[in-house]
């Protein structure tokens, strides 16, 4: 089968599509044909790599990816051949008191496709069965692969970590990456009141169109003050922020009594001075999330097949255009998710 594979941490020269055997399934699994992929930020730093974190190379990456079911293995005989499904980027392989809780993401076996095993950038991909989520016969498969890890993570934030409430102010950062389209409509669905940011004039239009109340050009307006007026100064009551140094430090001032930053990644630079004063002196939380459980990705699957949240694909590329579709993602190119056909040529 053909397969992107990743031998060494580098540029867009590090991605070869070589061919590999097709694997096979072990108790448990099942062997999905794979017809779309979902690019993440997660999938960048598989390729460039992360100081101090070890990744199995080589490796076939993308975590999020649809297709069909092209075999079983023993146990998990009740997914038959043909059968839509999309994967939950997140497994586990032990019997943990976290993941029979339905909270897979806090167990210490903890994994994600495409970085802590092969994903699904490749033709075929080996999945645990608990991980596939039946997809309706006449709900897309391009979109089926475009929700899993964004939507589930800006879930996790806003409502488990976050517990967002009807009148909430929120903002959301960054609007057209992956998990703010996400957290935008997450957030909309509860009642919430939404304000994002964005690097233009074209993506804070598309922004509002996504369900955003109000949108702030971060390069031409300041968002804090923007914010401080929206809220009539009363302050926000949550931030979403996956941005990291260029943002958080502002955010705590920005806040309302009682406020939340939630937080699942830093992709400005981890490293920051933050001052604690207003943390205590508002009562102020800052909160970290990274992805979370099968039981709410399955609940984020039913409302996306039943049309309440609705993913958002900024380009679609060919196998053979994996360099092109990081690229684009590393360029913050378009609104929402760049997608990859898993068919080479």
């Not at 999938?43 to 297709?67: E, M, N, Y």
């Not at 996790?156 to 950062?173: A, E, K, Y």
């Not at 990456?177 to 074209?202: F, N, P, R, Y």
């Not at 929206?230 to 955010?251: A, E, M």
Request: overall charge negative; glycine content about 12%; hydrophobic content about 40%.
């Amino acid at each position: 089968m053909k397969a992107v594979r990743v031998h060494e941490h580098g540029g867009y020269e590090v991605l070869r599509i070589e061919d590999i055997p097709i694997p096979e399934p072990g108790p448990g699994q099942v062997r999905i044909k794979v017809a779309w992929a979902a690019l993440n930020h997660l999938d960048v730093w598989v390729r460039r790599g992360v100081p101090g974190h070890r990744f199995p190379l080589p490796i076939t990456p993308g975590c999020d990816f649809s297709g069909t079911v092209d075999q079983a293995g023993l146990g998990a005989e009740k997914w038959q051949n043909g059968q839509r499904v999309t994967v939950a980027p997140g497994y586990t392989s032990s019997d943990s008191c976290e993941s029979a809780a339905g909270q897979h993401n806090l167990a210490r076996d903890y994994g994600i496709y495409g970085e802590t095993c092969d994903g699904g950038n490749a033709e075929y991909a080996i999945v645990n069965a608990e991980n596939l989520i039946a997809v309706p016969d006449d709900y897309p498969l391009d979109l089926a692969a475009a929700f899993p890890l964004t939507y589930l993570t800006a879930w996790h934030m806003l409502v488990d970590r976050c517990q967002v409430q009807p009148g909430d102010r929120v903002l959301i950062h960054a609007a057209g990456s992956g998990v703010s389209v996400a957290a935008t409509q997450i957030a909309k669905l509860h009642g919430a009141d939404v304000m994002v940011t964005a690097g233009s004039a074209e993506k804070c239009a598309l922004g509002l169109e996504n369900g955003a109340d109000t949108a702030v050009n971060y390069r031409e307006d300041d968002w804090s003050a923007a914010a401080k007026t929206w809220t009539g100064k009363r302050g926000l009551d949550i931030i979403v922020d996956h941005v990291g140094v260029d943002t958080l430090p502002k955010g705590v001032w920005a806040l309302a009594k009682g406020g939340r930053i939630v937080t699942c990644g830093v992709t400005s630079g981890a490293e920051m001075q933050l001052n604690f004063a207003p943390i205590f002196f508002k009562s102020l939380s800052i909160l970290g999330s990274t992805m979370g459980g099968l039981g709410e990705l399955k609940k984020v699957s039913e409302l996306v097949f039943s049309g309440k949240l609705t993913p958002i694909v900024a380009k679609r590329h060919k196998m053979d255009q994996i360099s092109e579709a990081h690229r684009a993602l590393d360029d913050r190119r378009g609104f929402g998710k760049q997608l990859l056909q898993v068919k080479y040529n």
